[in-house]
């Protein structure tokens, strides 16, 4: 007898006496093979069933995140600045989107692991040893050797998605940083409102645009136009020697009527032939009308309306991030 009863597992006591005949023959029986070919089933369908498990909850993973994600896509963000909020809506797409990716990969990995604990199920019963020498003999690899490299997959994709996470983790944080940024020169006496900038004296809001590129670093070497100023009300030098052209056109609402593409025809005529502008802006702090926005497009002027004026005035934001040039 192979099996012996020194440990502590006992056979069932089964009820009916036939069955209890039978395992004893069984078990008085077995042979080494029989034993080692059984042990080896049970340990790959205990390791099977794990390995199916932790695709399963993989997969859970991965979906849960991906809602997560999409639902901050679609987040109202009615008490957020747009920028902001765009922010936050453009790391989140970024996110479904890799998400999304890996979300197809587990889904297929999971259905392959529960096709091939499947056929090992299915194999049940069978004799142990017949069973085990088929499938030595099979040019074919066992159901339990089609899931090792599923497994293997499962630690590249849950690095992968971790990668994924702390990436989305890293750019929320530089956005909370940003609007934390914001939110201080929103307090402080640098900032301006467009209420305060729309009562502004067409003067001052030429300086304001001089404060402005002056603030980020730029050297202004004219404050304020007039006659004989050629469309150019403020000219700077950047730090990298590129020179800057601003038109200024102040309304006294934003609802006071749009920049029509006349006054974007006569600075494109001087911008850069007379004042070699490397760049050219138009600003106002009320709307531009579509003409003039299809050609300021067409010439590679930058408008800078009420909208981006509130970013570059009231949140401190530099000019090369609000014209969006990095």
Known sequence: MIIKTLGKIRPHRYANKDFRRWMG??????????????????????????????????????????????ARQTAALADTPKPIADLCRAAACQLVEGLADELTEAEQALDEARAAFKKMKDTFGDPAVRRHRQTAKSSEPSPFETMMPLWSQYSDAADRVAELLNADAEELHHVAMLDAHRMAFVRSEASMTLEQIHALHHSEFEQLAADLVRRDGYRVTRSGGGAGDLGADVIAESPQGEIVVIQCKHRASAGSGAIGSPDLQRLNGTARPVHNADLVIAMTNGTFSLPARRFADSQKIHLVEAQKLERWATWGQPLSEVLELI
Do not use: M, P, W
């Not at 077995?30 to 199916?52: M, P, R, V, W």
């Not at 909850?57 to 997560?68: F, K, L, P």
């Open 25 to 70: 023959d069984a078990i008085g029986k077995a042979t080494q093979d029989q034993l080692l070919a059984s042990f080896i089933y049970t340990t790959e369908a205990t390791y099977a069933q794990s390995i199916l498990g932790i695709l399963y909850e993989h997969v859970q993973d991965v979906s849960r995140e991906r809602a997560e994600a999409k």
